[in-house]
């Protein structure tokens, strides 16, 4: 009998172990992009290092904030079709020429991920040159299993991969023309 109540316990326990594995959810994603600018870090630092100002990022019309630079920091991206994200700073540190920050408010029809942090970082590059990375990590839209195309895994890093790019491009060309 006890031989039979032990082999049953192993049996649960296996099975609650495979209910654990079928029953997975969304895994976190990361996305890193970078770029390097023909420009000194402090030149860059001078046009991204101000949470409060996102107006080189294509598609953003407008940027309104709080508390400057201070951990604790809110901003609201206006996009140009009228879409707003919510966004808090969580660490700024100017002497490494970085900081993080959260998505606390986003429609994932504007960007299909959930649970978004971000960091942007300016570092030395060769020949006097800069380099920009910005590294993200997030959830996709969907929290369960079974994720319509538009909120799946590859939907959400297509969407944060090409955000990234795009903004990288952007702020290189604005950066090394001078505009």
Known sequence: MRR????AGVVV???????????HGPTRQK????????????????VIGNFQDMSWLAGVSKTEGEKGNEIGATRRLTLAPGATVDEELYKYEPEMMSYSYRITAVDVKVLPV?????TLTVSPAPDGKSKLEWAG???????????????????????????????????????????
């Not at 039979?4 to 082999?7: G, L, M, N």
């Not at 326990?13 to 029953?23: D, S």
């Open 137 to 179: 990590a997030f959830y996709r839209g969907f929290p369960n299993n079974d994720p319509p195309p538009e909120l799946s895994d590859e939907a959400a890093v297509k969407a944060v991969s090409g955000l990234y790019k795009a903004g990288l491009e952007a702020l290189k060309k604005k950066i090394e023309s001078g505009t």
């Open 31 to 46: 996305v890193r992009e970078s770029i390097e600018i023909d420009a000194p870090q402090a030149k860059v630092w001078a």
């Open 13 to 23: 326990a296996a099975l609650a172990v495979l209910g654990a594995a079928w029953a």
């Open 4 to 7: 039979t109540i032990a082999k």
């Open 114 to 118: 959930t649970n978004y942090s971000s």
